[in-house]
């Protein structure tokens, strides 16, 4: 018995797919960082907030905005053919979000 299958319908692959999947993954992580943004900024509203926790705040923001950016720029990269390597964005968007992540827990904090 051979080992070797035939290569039908099913066995073929289309690359555009799993471009498609990972651009919708990046489309899901920049959704969960508004998310996280807005849990931040209620925190700007609470009573006797005071300037530590509005400048606070407006890092959190900035950082939602690179993240959101960061993101879209990358789904941006997967729609084009064939779909640029994102090395630089992966790095760029882990840092922001270790920067996100120490301002959230100084924000807890205060």
């Given at each position: ?49 005071g300037s530590a926790i509005f ?31 994102g090395q630089r964005t992966v790095r760029a968007y ?17």
């Amino acid at each position: 018995m051979s080992a070797e299958r035939d290569a039908g319908p099913a066995d073929e692959r289309d690359a555009g797919v799993s471009a498609e999947r990972t651009g919708l993954a990046w489309r899901r992580t920049g959704l969960s960082a508004s998310a996280v943004a807005l849990l931040m900024l209620r925190h700007a509203f609470e009573p006797g907030a005071g300037s530590a926790i509005f400048l606070m705040v407006a890092v959190a923001l900035l950082g939602w905005a690179m993240l959101v950016g960061i993101a879209y720029r990358r789904a941006r990269g997967l729609r084009a053919w064939p779909p640029r390597p994102g090395q630089r964005t992966v790095r760029a968007y882990a840092l922001v979000t270790v920067v996100l992540a120490a301002t959230g827990t100084m924000l807890v904090m205060l």
